[in-house]
């Protein structure tokens, strides 16, 4: 059964820093392109990045290149997200989503964890 | 980046009624485009990938069409379950983008 866990969210100021984790169990998670996907309060859903089943590439929407990065450790089936200099506009739930294999979409999603930031 | 522009963005309907939401890309995503249901609170689900095919477990009253750049999703009958917000995410290049949802209400 696959499953996929966020955690690492909470609150942090303007500025500051913090590392998501996302672990998985159910599938083979070396064979799998990872995201990351955020919805800020009642509003809708934003892509924010992807990274490759060996991690040779990582892919990000504009807003948080330069300030974000996908990472991954296939021996520990865990998917990161660093978060440095946050600004309010961060401030979501943030899910970790599995790609499918040949077809790309996304088939499973975690729960999410809330990333606040304010001061 | 592509933008997807999803219409209606919310809409009232009945159970038994078909409804239909569209999703326009502002460029060529060949079919390249996902449905997915979000109900408050919880995790959103995958219904269709590339445009028209049904992801395993969801019932065949959703449907999906298009390719290019105009896309359909299409309930038949709704199903009070099915009251949830819509969105349509285009996988067709980097950064993915998703429209901005369509409310679904009773």
């Known amino acids: 059964q696959v499953h996929l866990m966020e955690s690492g969210g909470g609150v942090v100021q303007p500025g500051g820093s913090l590392r998501l984790s996302c672990a998985v169990s159910g599938f083979t998670f070396s064979t799998f392109d990872m995201h990351w996907v955020r919805q800020a309060p009642g509003k809708g859903l934003e892509w924010v990045a992807c990274i490759r089943n060996d991690g040779s590439n990582k892919y990000y929407v504009d807003s948080v290149k330069g300030r974000f990065t996908i990472s991954r450790d296939n021996s520990r089936n865990t998917l990161f997200l660093q978060m440095n200099s946050l600004t309010v506009e961060d401030t979501a739930v943030y899910y970790c989503?599995?790609?499918?294999?040949?077809?790309?979409?996304?088939?499973?999603w975690g729960q999410g964890t809330l990333v606040t930031v304010s001061s | 980046a592509i933008q997807m522009t999803q219409s209606p963005s919310s809409l009232s309907a009945s159970v038994g009624d078909r409804v239909t939401i569209t999703c326009r890309a502002s460029q060529f995503i060949r079919n390249d485009l996902g449905w997915y249901q979000q109900k408050p609170g919880t995790a959103p689900k995958l219904l269709i990938y590339s445009a028209s095919t049904l992801q395993r477990g969801v019932p065949s009253r959703f449907s999906g069409s298009g390719s290019g750049t105009d896309f359909t999703l299409t309930i038949s009958s709704l199903q009070p379950e099915d009251f949830a917000t819509y969105y349509c995410?285009?996988?067709?290049?980097?950064?993915?983008?998703f429209g901005q949802g369509t409310k679904v209400e009773i």
């Open positions: 989503a599995k790609d499918r294999l040949s077809v790309a979409s996304l088939d499973y």
């Open positions: 995410l285009q996988d067709y290049i980097y950064p993915w983008t």
